[in-house]
């Protein structure tokens, strides 16, 4: 299922554009894989290539709000339990 994911630098882009990473979680390893409201981090991979977290309803996609974290998303990505990704080596 496709849907819109607003990049924070370039709009509103269809998802396929982006690398999903997983949701922000509280410890690393661990997933709550909610039906609902979560926290994810995104890569726009074909577009800006800025790392950034989105809030979305699993249910619908609905994208409630995107932001670029403080911290850079090498440190965000590995504090929040991600070690590899598609477009970015383990750390």
Known sequence: MSFLLPCPNC????????????EVT????FRENVA???R???????GCE?????ER???TNEVIRVEIPSASPREGI??????????M???
């Open 50 to 54: 800025v790392w950034f977290q989105a």
């Open 11 to 22: 709009g509103p882009r269809d998802v396929n554009e982006f690398s999903y990473a997983g």
């Open 26 to 29: 509280k410890r690393p390893n």
């Open 36 to 38: 609902g409201i979560q």
């Open 78 to 87: 590995a504090a929040h339990g991600v070690t590899e990704t598609p477009d």
């Open 57 to 59: 309803d699993t249910r």
């Open 89 to 91: 080596p383990a750390v």
């Open 40 to 46: 994810e981090w995104w890569y726009h991979r074909l």
